[in-house]
């Protein structure tokens, strides 16, 4: 199928998830923590698939165990209560106490268990930060929060993809993605800030950053995207495979959708606590 004849599949395909993206986050935090379990299980599987390609072995029940753990250690309540207690770290530390024992028990398979911390930081670690920015400050404004880095991580791949095919001529990242250029990564840059301008400007209320400081949000975000999208590209070269997987028709994986955003996700956190 050509790209042409594959286009209308793509658009259909991208409209209905971001339809059911919408509505998760706007469900809040009852409908996200099992929306954010059934993607580590997805993602979790593609990954195992893809570096089984390599003769690596996923640790993958330790992954779902703590990664459903690093969920609930990042729900808000939490926070909210016991403000003191670091816990998030507390389940990494409880994930490599695990990791560890479980490979002396198991014939210590040091390759195992460092991909198997990669995964565990990858996946669920950063998409625990979903939980956190969805009631951050609180949970009306949170939505909005969690909106900034679904905006600038689309955006950025709007305009990269069409700065790229327009003005591409010198190459990003030729070794990990050969269709990437420099001209297109600045154009993601563009884009992803007109984006943000536009979009902060309708609800100016629920934002307080001045236009300064949306440059250096949308470049920062705009940037994570795109490293995030030459990260799991450098998996997939790694592995030899063109997608991860086969989750949404004419898109590849749920690994090719997400990418950015798992990158994206920590640094908005991150930002919106400096910057609020």
Sequence with gaps: MTGREDLPTRVVSALVGAALLLLVLWAGVALILPTLVLVLLLGALELKEMLARRGIRLNLPLLLVGGVGVYLFSLPVLYWHFPQVPWREVA?????????????????????????????????????????????????????????????????DIGAYFAGRAFGRR????????????????????????????????????????????????????????LGDLAESMLKRFAGVKDSGRFLPGHGGLLDRIDSLLFTFPLTYFLVVLFT
């Design 92 to 156: 990494l530390g409880l994930f490599l106490m695990a990791s560890f024992s479980y490979e002396l028990l198991k014939g210590a398979d040091i390759t195992r268990f460092v991909f198997t911390l990669f995964a565990f930081l990858y996946l669920p670690w950063s998409l625990g930060y979903v939980l956190l920015l969805r009631e951050t400050p609180d949970g009306t404004l949170g939505l909005w929060t969690l909106s900034l880095p679904i905006v600038a991580s689309f955006a950025t």
């Design 171 to 226: 190459k990003l990242a030729p070794e990990i993605s050969p269709g990437k250029t420099l001209e297109g990564s600045l154009g993601g840059i563009l884009v992803s800030f007109l984006a943000l301008v536009a979009y902060t400007g309708l609800v100016r209320e629920v934002f307080p950053f001045g236009l300064l400081e949306l440059w250096l949000f949308s470049l920062l975000l705009s940037l994570a995207a795109q």
